[in-house]
């Protein structure tokens, strides 16, 4: 059929660009779609409204990209991901499009206030942290550098918890983010999957006389893709966001309906929806819950089917699946994908295996996230097996093969053997995730250049060995549309006055800011900005907790999850050392700081809490004590997600990036804090590293052990006792804790965390210790410094262009997937 979509026409109500016409738009889909006159509307039907007219415009374009896409020869990539943390949709979209003064012109004629609509939406909490955020980062890029692309993951009901602070612990409330519905995704029921789970499998001879497996499920469920096309930045191309919704297979059984029993014709419905019900709000920390793998099996058995089905649509042999679809697993959370691939071309389609595997390992490439052995998936062999009959018997032949391969050319290594198996047989049965989707891809990268290290030095050593060839990093990267357009639009316009747009899509431009770095005019300039968003932040803060921090203090940050390897508490430790040395020295002088902490602990990690209640305790008494003179104040602040973040990124002055060397994969915060004009102050790890490199030595505040001085601390026999009776300011912290000055008496309150920290501290806190308070020292000795600061600050946002999360999505595209911009790929045809 004829592309019948029209460009866009200014006049046009429902796509045009112009103030009169959003304004018109506005108007029509007020009263059309969410049927109330403006003068009797809600604000949050306004919001509906203003969406909903943003959303026309955004489809205009995506239909036409469907239709462009629509044919066998364009590759696509398939970003499988258990999170996707997009953030709110409004202002990122006027963004993309280009009409954020349109937009606030047409609603300033209607009197309304273009911000305040934007900041009704509700935050689409899909993801944990950095790799949730991550994923989101990537389609942005994908979408702006025209890959297609399409993100399969899970529309969870209820997305990461909201946390609220009562007397200073952690409590979680259920996120009911759907509560007003989402204009911005669009039901598919057309392309709903259904997908099988338990039962047994039945081996049988088919027509041909060749050796076959069905697999007749315990159940059924059924998912409904639910389509949420993410617009580029500058550009009319979408990558698709497509999230499955599990339903009942049938909404009634009505055997047992006619039977009488209303209450068990409703059950199989309640069980099956609850399987797109909740994220679980770890971070880094495997559950074994049963419910956690139909969770993965359901996504990823309704985005390969769905994959499958576009071959069959655009008339492509599933011979050539891979030559299609490029399949990025983010983590190990969808791994079953290698499997779920087999089983779909074996079973199903009746591929030979060799034919099957050799598609599989091209289609197929994984990110691993994390070191931490606690993140690790292991599966109980039986427990998987229950769940997933027919895969199970599929990894063991996978297994077998590989391990017939490692056998011939290890003959003899057992231990190499047992090492590299998919099945973990040590003890009780395991199925690793982490071996089945190495052995599965043919690429396996970290995500920044010491994580790829580590990960082929320690974690796969073994198929390092086999085929280094299959290994490679990508260090993350994030979107400056977001993070610095969207979020510090004072700081994005500064730039584009002083070196010209384009920076945006070109993050190296911003080297030519260099030349700005040391002029006394544009320092003031940029001050000037920071200035703005501390005090825009100050009054969220006062807002929001109550406390009131001066905007002329330094701003310390750190936010982010709350994990014991992320040592929040040894920047809590710091503050402890700083109250003590203003109250007993008075001598001792300080610029004025605000240390701001945001990040939520996972529900059932106890450490992560008592860390929340420490910081919240320390600042109760550090912000009421008059003797401090309001120097140093300390702020939790609630519920921190990416449309807080947005608000805080800006403000920064000092960017908390402390975590034990070798432990944070890569971390993305620290990219946007730096990219916002935040010095960071830093161990050398994750991309620490590379944006140390970036940005220069001189203009990073570094400390801390190395990956490989913690390893052989800790091989010698770490005893954290021997820091804490060497330096007796450290003693005095640790005592002021235990004593009870911080929790109203109370001297066991924090025990377990102080205790932890003087017998085991496997994180290496009482270690890092004295270079940390000392470089905070250095850090305190800068800022007296404006000239000097400003133009640290300015260097960093200049030298941060590496960290583009279009550069991230270039390398993935060149080295893993081998896939062209949608628009080459037709021009290549034609
Ligand atoms: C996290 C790492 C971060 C990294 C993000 C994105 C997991 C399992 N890993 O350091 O801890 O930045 O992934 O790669 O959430």
């Known amino acids: 059929m004829a592309n019948k979509t029209t460009a866009p026409n200014p006049e046009h109500t429902r796509t045009g660009m112009n103030p009169g016409t959003l304004a018109a738009a506005f108007g029509d889909n007020l009263n059309f779609v969410i049927g109330r006159p403006l003068e009797l509307s809600s604000a949050e039907q306004r919001y509906q409204a203003l969406a909903q007219s943003v959303r026309d415009r955004l489809m205009q374009r995506w239909v036409k990209q469907v239709e462009l896409q629509n044919r066998p020869e364009i590759r696509d990539v398939a970003y499988l991901s258990a999170e996707f943390l997009v953030g709110p949709h409004l202002g990122n979209t006027l963004l993309n499009l280009g009409i954020t003064e349109s937009a606030r012109a047409a ?7 273009l911000e305040a609509l934007i900041g009704l939406e509700e935050e689409p909490g899909l993801g944990n942290g950095g790799l949730g955020r991550l994923a989101a980062c990537y389609l942005d890029s994908l979408a702006t550098l025209g890959y297609p692309a399409t993100g399969y993951g899970i529309r969870y009901e209820f997305g990461i918890f909201d946390q609220i602070i009562r007397d200073g612990w952690q409590s979680e409330v259920t996120d009911k983010w759907l509560r007003h519905g989402n204009v911005w995704e669009i039901a598919r029921p057309e392309f709903a999957q259904v997908v099988k789970l338990g039962g047994h499998t039945e081996p049988y001879t088919d027509d041909n006389g060749i050796y076959r497996v069905r697999w007749v499920p315990g159940r059924v469920v059924v998912g409904i893709p639910y389509d949420t096309p993410i617009l580029g930045y500058g550009v009319d ?8 919704s599990a339903e009942a297979a049938q909404s009634f059984d009505f055997e047992d309906f006619n ?3 209303y209450y068990g014709a409703v059950e199989d419905k309640v069980a099956s929806e609850t399987i797109s019900k909740v994220l679980y709000p770890n971070d880094e920390q495997f559950e074994g819950k049963r419910l956690r793998l139909e969770q993965q099996y359901f996504f990823v058995c309704c985005s390969i089917k769905d994959m499958i089905r576009l071959c069959q649509r655009r008339g492509l042999p599933l011979e050539r699946f891979h030559e299609m679809h490029r399949i990025q697993l983010n983590d190990t959370h969808p791994s079953v994908a290698v499997a779920e691939l087999m089983r779909q071309l074996l079973d199903k389609h009746e591929l030979a295996w060799d034919q099957a595997w050799d598609i599989t390992r091209q289609a197929m490439s994984y990110t691993n996230h994390t070191l931490l052995p606690e993140a690790l998936e292991k599966w109980p062999l039986p427990l998987f097996a229950s769940v997933l009959p027919r895969h199970a018997e599929i990894i063991f032949e996978i297994n077998r093969r590989f391990l017939d391969e490692v056998r011939q050319r290890f003959p003899g290594d057992d231990g190499k053997v047992a090492r590299l198996s998919i099945i973990d047989e040590s003890g009780e049965k395991y199925v ?7 052995v599965g891809s043919h690429a396996v990268n970290g995500v920044a250049e010491l994580h790829s290290e580590l990960v082929t030095s320690q974690l796969f050593t073994d198929f390092h060995q086999m085929d280094p060839g299959r290994f490679t990093n990508v260090t993350n990267g994030v979107t400056p549309r977001r993070f610095v357009a969207l979020s510090n639009p004072g700081l994005a316009r500064l730039i584009d006055d002083t070196i010209g747009p384009g920076w945006l899509t070109d993050m190296s431009r911003l080297r030519e800011l260099e030349a700005h770095a040391g002029d006394a005019a544009f320092q003031e300039a940029w001050r000037r900005v920071k200035q703005d968003n501390k005090t825009r932040l100050a009054r969220i803060i006062q807002a929001r907790t109550g406390v009131t921090v001066d ?9 982010k999850r709350i994990h014991e390897y992320k040592r929040q508490h040894l920047n809590v430790l710091n503050i402890i050392a700083l109250y003590q040395r ?6 001792v002088s300080t610029m004025p700081r605000t240390f701001l902490f945001g990040g939520k602990a996972a529900p059932g990690y106890y ?16 912000n009421n004590d008059p003797e401090i003179r309001d120097l140093i104040k300390v702020v939790f602040l609630p519920d921190y997600n990416v449309k807080h973040a947005q608000n805080i990124y800006p403000a920064a002055e000092l960017s908390e990036q402390i975590s034990t060397a070798g432990k944070e994969a890569s971390g993305t915060g620290n990219m946007k804090f730096s990219m916002n004009g935040a010095l960071t102050i830093g161990t050398l790890d994750g991309a620490n590293v590379e944006i140390r490199e970036e940005v220069g030595a001189e203009n990073f505040f570094l400390f801390g052990l190395t990956a490989e001085q913690v390893q052989q601390l800790k091989a010698s026999g770490y005893n954290p006792m021997d820091y804490y009776h060497g330096d007796p300011e450290l003693k005095g912290v640790i005592d002021l804790i235990n004593c009870g000055l911080f929790s109203h008496g109370d001297t066991q309150l924090f025990r377990p965390l102080t205790d932890h920290l003087l017998n085991h501290d496997n994180y290496l806190l009482l270690a890092d210790y004295r270079a940390y308070v000392d470089c905070q020292q250095q850090v305190d000795h800068a800022f007296r410094d404006p000239a000097h600061w400003a133009r640290m600050s300015i260097l960093n946002v200049a030298r941060m262009g590496k960290f583009s999360s279009d550069r991230a999505i270039r390398e993935y595209a060149d080295r893993i997937w081998q896939i062209q911009p949608l628009e080459r790929q037709i021009g290549v045809q034609s």
């Open 107 to 113: 609603m300033s004629e209607l009197g309304l206030d």
């Open 582 to 587: 203003l109250k007993h020295d008075g001598q």
């Open 432 to 438: 690793r995730m982490a071996n089945l989707a190495v």
């Open 607 to 622: 450490m992560a809490k008592l860390i929340i209640k420490l910081i919240n305790s320390v600042a109760e008494v550090v």
């Open 551 to 559: 905007p002329g203090s330094l701003f310390d940050i750190q936010v």
């Open 259 to 261: 039977r009488g029993d």
């Open 237 to 244: 191309t979408c990558a698709l966001l497509r999230l499955w």
